[in-house]
């Protein structure tokens, strides 16, 4: 089975301070991970993906997590918020490379990133 | 190249009625997934298409269907529409390859029902 858990429902900073979304992960199976982004009425967009290559995966618009396996996590940061980063971004979860079909996306409940001027 | 397209984007139902969205995948790609979208549940994986074959199933009752046809269009169907299926339906498309595939996600369509 499989599960994640966003540890935090609501974030928020001041723009052009660091970004931390927090995320947590149980898998029976290897994983592969997830960052994707949905801003109001709009459609979900990848950020980045771990699928068992490099631990410190890089995304767009400066976004980027680091898998770590001996704590399940695979938090997302950014180093400086900007006013357009503000939007819902939800942690996936799916079976990684090797461990059968990968079809079924599990999301976390979604962490609402608010950037104050 | 064109993104994932649904239609319609907004739909008005009562309840005990039926209805089909339709979700048209980038070109090229073999897999289309299905998912609701509510603010108490979050994203819920509904089911997977691939080749015209269901291949992956989520924990929703019976009333929820889908299909895929030969040029990869996916629908889905509600029967017998419930109040607690008012949700925002997002389709996905993938090239369905062994191993995790990026999904491009469609903008949805939003299903109110009275």
């Known amino acids: 089975a499989q599960s994640v858990t966003q540890l935090d429902s609501h974030v928020s900073v001041s723009e052009g301070t660091p970004v931390l979304l927090r995320c947590n992960y149980s898998?029976?199976?290897?994983?592969?991970l997830f960052w994707y982004v949905q801003h109001p009425n709009k459609g979900l967009q990848l950020l980045l993906k771990?699928?068992?290559?490099?631990?410190l995966v890089k995304g767009i618009n400066g976004f980027e997590a680091e898998f770590k396996k001996s704590e399940t996590s695979f938090h997302l940061t950014k180093p400086s918020a900007h006013m357009s980063d503000a939007a819902e971004y939800f942690c996936v979860v799916t079976r990684g490379v090797g461990s059968g079909n990968t079809g079924k996306l599990i999301f976390g409940q979604g962490t609402t990133l608010q950037v104050k001027p | 190249k064109a993104g994932v397209t649904q239609t319609p984007r907004y739909l008005i139902k009562t309840r005990g009625q039926q209805v089909t969205l339709s979700c048209s995948p980038i070109s090229g790609h073999r897999s289309v997934s299905w998912y609701q979208q509510t603010p108490g549940q979050g994203l819920q994986f509904l089911f997977e298409?691939?080749?015209?074959?269901?291949?992956n199933k989520g924990n929703f009752p019976g009333r929820f269907s889908g299909r895929q046809f030969s040029n990869s269009r996916s629908e889905m169907n509600v029967s017998t529409l419930e109040l607690g299926d008012s949700a925002l339906y997002l389709c996905?498309?993938?090239?369905?390859?062994?191993?995790?595939?990026?999904?491009?996600f469609g903008p949805g369509t939003r299903l109110t029902v009275l």
């Open positions: 996905a498309s993938s090239l369905g390859l062994a191993g995790p595939n990026e999904q491009f």
């Open positions: 771990y699928t068992s290559a490099a631990t």
């Open positions: 898998s029976s199976y290897s994983p592969s």
């Open positions: 298409y691939f080749s015209e074959t269901q291949r």
